[in-house]
C-alpha cells in the first residue's frame, strides 16, 4: 500500500517544504491539469472553436464527469452530472425531493451541516410560501426526530468541523421507513471514504469537487439522482442545457432524460477538463485502499499530538469507524495557532469558534509528513509561538 501511495503522491505538485493538511478545503494540484486545460484552450478553443461542442465531445462532459465519479461514490453510470457550485445542487435536490412528497412540510437537518446547505434551504422555503419548516436537530437527535411528518431528510454525511459520520443507509432507511426522502451532501464524503449510494438507497446526493477530489478553485459540484426517481423528478431550476432538447428552442419546458434534467445552464468546459484530468488520479486505486490508509494517516496524527501536545482537545470522534477523513483539535487560540503552522510549513485551517481542522489526503500524504507536522504543532504549543501579534489578526479567508 505504501508503494502505491508513493505512486499516487508523484502525480501532485506539492510545494517544497509544504506539509499541507487542508485537502479537506482544497485538494492539492495534480501535476497533469495544466496540460491538460492548455491543451483544451489550444485545441480544442483555440482551433475548434463552437464546433468543439460536438467535435471535442464537450457537450458530453457533465455526463463523462459524473460517471468518473459515480465510480467513487456507488452511483451506476448515468446518474450523476455536473455543474454550478454545490450551493446550488443542494437547491435542486432538495426542491425537487419536496416536489415528490408534497404533503408532507417539514425539512430535518442538523447543526452540524455545513451553513450554506441550511442557508440555501431557508431561500427555498421562503421562496416556495407553502409553510415548510427547516427543523434543526443536534446531529445524535436526528434518527429521533425522523416521523411522519418529514418530507426529506437533508443531512452531510461527515461534519465539516468534528469529522463526525453519519450512518448513511440506517437514517435512509428510517426516512424511506417514515414515508421521507433523503439527500446526502457528500461534501466530505467524496474522495474522503468509500461511499455506497446505491446500497445505502439514497434518494438524492450532491457535493463538490475542489476538497478530496482535488478539481480545483470553484471546480463543479456534482448531484445525484437514484435511477428509480430520475425520470420523475421535476428539475426547479429548469434551465435549457436540463431540457429534453436544448436546441429545438421551444417556448416550454420539457425535462432532459434522466438526472440530464438537473443540467442548468451552459457546462464550464476549462472547469470540467480540468477535473477531468485530477480524477485520473484515481484510476489505480479503490476506496478501500483509500480508506485503510486515511486511518492508518489520521490515527498515527491523534497518537502523536495527544502525546506532544496536551493542551490540545480531540474535537473529533476517537473511533475511526466514527468519523470521515479529517481530525480536528479544540484550542481556545486555534485560530493564531494554525497561521503558526502556515508559517511554519504545516496548512491546516481553522473553523469558529475554536476548531483546528486537519484533513487526511492519502494520494499525496506520507506517514512521515503526518510525523512533521506533530513535531511543528508540539514546538508551537510547547514555546507558544502562536502567541504573536502578527498570527492574531484574521484574513478574509480562514
Ligand atoms: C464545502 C461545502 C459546501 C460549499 O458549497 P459551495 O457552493 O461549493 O461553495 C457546501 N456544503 C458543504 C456540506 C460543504 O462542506
Known amino acids: 500500500m505504501t ?6 503522491r508523484d502525480l501532485f505538485r506539492i510545494p517544497d517544504g509544504v506539509v499541507y493538511l487542508d485537502g479537506n478545503s482544497l485538494g492539492v494540484m495534480p501535476k497533469a491539469v495544466g496540460a491538460r486545460v492548455q491543451k483544451t484552450i489550444d485545441a480544442e478553443w483555440g482551433e475548434m472553436l463552437i464546433t468543439a461542442w460536438n467535435k471535442a465531445g464537450w457537450m458530453d462532459m457533465p455526463a463523462h464527469v459524473g460517471d468518473r465519479i459515480g465510480r467513487l461514490i456507488g452511483a451506476p453510470a448515468g446518474s450523476v452530472t455536473m455543474g454550478d457550485t454545490l450551493s446550488i445542487k443542494v437547491y435542486q435536490a432538495l426542491a425537487s425531493a419536496l416536489d415528490l412528497n408534497p404533503t ?6 442538523d447543526n452540524g451541516n455545513f451553513p450554506t446547505d441550511l442557508y440555501m434551504a431557508q431561500g427555498l422555503l421562503a421562496s416556495l410560501g407553502k409553510g415548510h419548516e427547516l427543523k434543526i436537530v443536534a446531529p445524535e437527535e436526528v434518527e429521533a426526530n425522523i416521523d411522519e411528518s418529514v418530507a426529506t431528510l437533508m443531512i452531510t454525511e461527515v ?6 459520520l453519519h450512518d448513511m443507509k440506517r437514517l435512509t432507511q428510517k426516512a424511506h421507513a417514515a414515508g421521507a426522502l433523503a439527500i446526502w451532501d457528500l461534501a466530505h464524503s467524496a474522495g474522503a471514504i468509500p461511499v455506497d449510494l446505491t446500497g445505502a438507497d439514497a434518494d438524492f446526493a450532491v457535493g463538490c469537487t475542489y476538497k478530496y477530489l482535488n478539481g480545483g478553485p470553484g471546480a463543479p459540484a ?5 435511477p428509480r426517481l430520475a425520470e420523475k423528478v421535476r428539475p426547479a431550476l429548469s434551465g435549457w442545457i436540463g431540457h429534453e432538447a436544448p436546441f429545438a428552442f ?6 432532459g432524460k434522466g438526472v440530464e434534467r438537473m443540467r442548468v445552464g451552459t457546462p464550464p468546459i476549462l472547469a470540467l477538463t480540468a477535473l477531468d484530468a485530477a480524477l485520473d488520479a484515481w484510476d489505480d486505486v479503490t476506496m478501500d485502499q483509500v480508506r485503510a490508509r486515511s486511518i492508518e494517516l489520521s490515527e498515527h496524527f491523534i497518537a502523536e499530538v495527544e502525546r506532544r501536545c496536551p493542551d490540545l482537545e480531540l474535537a473529533s470522534p476517537g473511533d475511526p469507524m466514527m468519523r470521515g477523513s479529517q481530525v480536528s483539535f479544540r484550542f481556545a487560540e486555534g485560530y493564531a495557532a494554525i497561521q503558526a503552522l502556515i508559517a511554519k510549513g504545516v496548512i491546516g485551517d481553522f473553523r469558529a469558534p475554536d476548531i483546528m481542522r486537519f484533513g487526511f489526503t492519502p494520494l499525496y500524504l506520507s ?8 513535531e511543528i504543532l508540539e514546538d508551537i504549543m510547547a514555546n507558544r509561538l502562536w502567541d504573536a501579534p502578527e498570527f492574531k489578526a484574521r484574513s478574509k479567508v480562514t
Do not use: E, M, N, Q
Open 3 to 8: 508503494d502505491l501511495f508513493a505512486r499516487t
Open 104 to 109: 408532507r412540510k417539514v425539512v430535518l437537518s
Open 159 to 164: 461534519d465539516y468541523r468534528t469529522g463526525r
Open 222 to 226: 456534482f448531484i445525484y439522482v437514484a
Open 250 to 255: 421551444d417556448l416550454d419546458y420539457r425535462p
Open 367 to 374: 506517514l512521515d509528513d503526518v510525523t512533521k507536522a506533530a
